[in-house]
C-alpha cells in the first residue's frame, strides 16, 4: 500500500516554531569567541569545545592575540579537539588575515572565504549573529535523512 504523500512544509511547522529561538550550544560571549568556536567544533562536541573555551580565551581574547601565536601555544589548549594542530593553524591564519575582532565578516560569501569556515559554520555565525538568514542551517547526516524521508529530492544541500 502506498504511503500519503506528505506535505512537509505543513508537518515540520511545529519544530520550527519548538525550536525558531533556541540558542545555539556554543556558549560564545561575543563574535571572535563564537568565529572560533565554530571552527574548532567540527568533528567535536560543543560541550568539549565549551569546557575548552574559557581558558583559551583567557590565553588569546581577541584577534590580534591569536594572531600572534603560533600552533604549539595554541595546542594545549586544543588538545581535546578533533585534528587540533589543522585547527591551531586555521585558527592563526584566520586572525592573521582577519586582524581585530571587528573585522570580523558577517556576510555569508566573505565567512566562507575564511580557513576552516564552509556554508555550515557560515550560516550558524550569521544565525547567532542576527544576520538574516541564507538558508537552514543543514549538515550531511539531515542531508542524507532528509533525501529518505522524501522531505526533498535533491542531495546538494545547497540551492541558489
Known amino acids: 500500500m502506498k504511503q500519503p504523500a506528505i506535505n512537509w512544509p505543513n508537518a515540520i511547522k511545529p519544530l520550527l516554531k519548538k525550536y525558531r529561538n533556541t540558542p545555539h550550544p556554543l556558549e560564545a560571549k561575543n563574535r571572535y569567541q563564537l568565529l572560533v568556536m565554530v571552527v574548532l567544533s567540527a568533528q567535536t562536541t560543543d ?5 575548552i ?33 589543522q585547527k591551531a593553524s586555521r585558527l592563526i591564519a584566520l586572525a592573521k588575515e582577519i586582524k581585530t575582532n571587528s573585522r570580523i565578516p558577517l556576510k555569508l560569501e566573505e565567512l566562507v572565504e575564511l580557513p576552516g569556515i564552509g556554508r555550515k ?34 542531495e546538494n544541500p545547497v540551492r541558489k
Open 47 to 51: 560541550a568539549v569545545i565549551n569546557s
Open 53 to 85: 573555551a574559557p581558558e583559551l580565551f583567557n590565553a588569546f581574547p581577541d584577534m590580534q592575540a591569536l594572531s600572534k601565536a603560533t600552533p604549539e601555544l595554541l595546542f594545549p589548549y586544543l588538545a581535546r579537539v578533533r585534528s587540533f594542530r
Open 121 to 154: 559554520s557560515a550560516n550558524v555565525i550569521r544565525r547567532e549573529t542576527k544576520q538574516t538568514p541564507e538558508g537552514v542551517i543543514v549538515d550531511l547526516h539531515v542531508v542524507r535523512v532528509a533525501v529518505r524521508l522524501g522531505i526533498v529530492t535533491i
